[in-house]
C-alpha cells in the first residue's frame, strides 16, 4: 500500500511538472503572438492604400517632363531635383515588395504559433523539444520585427521624399506643358 500511495503521489507531481511546463510554453507563444500582432498593428496605414495612385501620378509627371522638356543645358539644381524624383518613383515597387514579405511573414507565423499552441495544450509531438521549437520561432519573430522596423522607416522615407518633390515637380511638368502648348 504505502508503495501504492508513493508511486501516485510520484505520478501527480511529474504530472504537475509537465503541467507547470506546458504553461509556461504556453506563455511564451501567447508572448510572441502577441508581438505578431503588434507588427501587423504597425503595418497598418491608410495611406498605402493610396500608394498605386501615386505611382501613376509620379509616372505621368515624368512622362510630362520627357515628353516637354527640351534644353541643351539643364541647370544643375533642377537635374538634381529630377534625378532624386526619379529615384523616390523607384522605390515604390521595393517599398510594396517589402510591405508584402512582412505582412505574409507575420500571417505565416501566427499560423506556425497556432499550430504550436495546439501540439503543446494536446501534448504531440516530440515534447522535450518544444523549447527548442519557441526558441527557433522566437528567431523568425525577431526577424520580422527587423523587417517591420526596415519596413516602416522606408515607408515614411518615401511619404517624406513623395510630400517634398512631387508638388514642385508636378507644377513643373505643368509649366513645360504650358510652354509648348503656346509655341
Known sequence: MKKFILLSFVGVLAFACVDFNRDHLLQKVAKMDQHLLDLERKLKDERMND??????KTMQTELRIKQNLYLDTIDMALAKKLDAYKVMRRSIKPMLQQYLKVREGIKEEKRVLKQLR???????????????????ERQKVQ?????TTEYLRTKEQFFEDYASMYPPIEAFSYTLLQKKQNR
Open 118 to 136: 495546439k501540439d503543446i495544450k494536446e501534448g504531440r509531438g516530440e515534447r522535450n523539444r518544444y523549447a527548442e521549437y519557441i526558441r527557433f
Open 143 to 147: 526577424q520580422l520585427s527587423t523587417l
Open 51 to 56: 500608394v498605386s495612385a501615386i505611382k501613376l
